[in-house]
């Protein structure tokens, strides 16, 4: 007998899907954390030279990719995306 699965939709937002209490801080900060990383694959930006850039230490370029997030603010990450010579546009809508 096969047991039925049920499929659920989640939200763009899998933090507030897992019932994380500050998701939508968390989902920010992946983002712009995922936006860091696809600018420096870009650039080929590695260690020393990645730090340098973005005026962080290689310890913290580490973090940013292993997703250990925790001790950066919102406020330091778009730093370090405008350091890339990107800007952050923010869009707020009425929650469903």
Avoid: W, Y
Wanted: glycine share 4%; aromatic share 4%; hydrophobic share 45%.
């Amino acid at each position: 007998m096969e047991e039925e699965i049920e499929i659920v939709r989640g939200s763009e937002n899998v933090f507030r899907d897992l019932g994380e209490r500050n998701a939508d801080t968390l989902f920010l900060k992946a983002e712009l954390a995922s936006q860091i990383l696809s600018a420096l694959n870009k650039k080929k930006l590695k260690g020393k030279k990645a730090a340098e850039t973005l005026k962080i230490t290689e310890a913290d370029i580490s973090r940013i990719r292993n997703a250990d997030l925790k001790t950066f603010t919102l406020d330091r990450l778009v730093e370090v995306v405008n350091r890339l010579s990107l800007k952050v546009e923010l869009t707020v809508t009425k929650a469903a």
